[in-house]
């Protein structure tokens, strides 16, 4: 069984920085495609797509909300996925999850077609004064 540990949330001023981190165990993740995705409370908001990465690293994209923000990398060492999260706002506010799916190497999406699977448990991030 694919399991997968998010962890690194916090509570963070407005402008700040976090990197989260999706580890997995007994199983290379460098292997498939990782999501990350963010589930807000905010009324009418439901599950949104942050951002991806292929294996072997070949491709990678950003929902526009983010881009420019937020990197997401691979920590080899670590056989980690790594989202760093810089100047912060507090609509980035929200429990962020990471997924897996067996994906090309040249593209991913930042949208759960049903492709994504193995969710991990998420970590709470909220960005407040």
């Known amino acids: 069984q694919l399991q997968l540990v998010e962890s690194g949330g916090a509570l963070v001023q407005p402008g700040g920085s976090l990197r989260l981190a999706c580890s997995a165990s007994g199983f290379a993740l460098n292997t498939y495609t990782i999501a990350w995705f963010r589930q807000s409370q905010s009324p009418g908001k439901g599950r949104e797509g942050v951002s991806c990465i292929t294996y072997r690293s070949y491709y990678v994209d950003y929902v526009e909300a983010v881009g420019g923000r937020f990197t997401i990398y691979r920590d080899f060492a670590e056989n980690s996925v790594i989202l760093q999260m810089n100047r912060l706002k507090p609509e980035d506010t929200a429990v962020y999850y990471c997924?897996?799916?067996?994906?090309?190497?040249?593209?991913?999406?930042?949208?759960?077609?049903?492709?994504?699977?193995?969710w991990g448990q998420g970590t709470q991030v909220t960005v407040s004064t």
């Open positions: 997924a897996l799916s067996e994906g090309p190497a040249d593209t991913c999406e930042v949208v759960d077609n049903g492709q994504y699977h193995s």
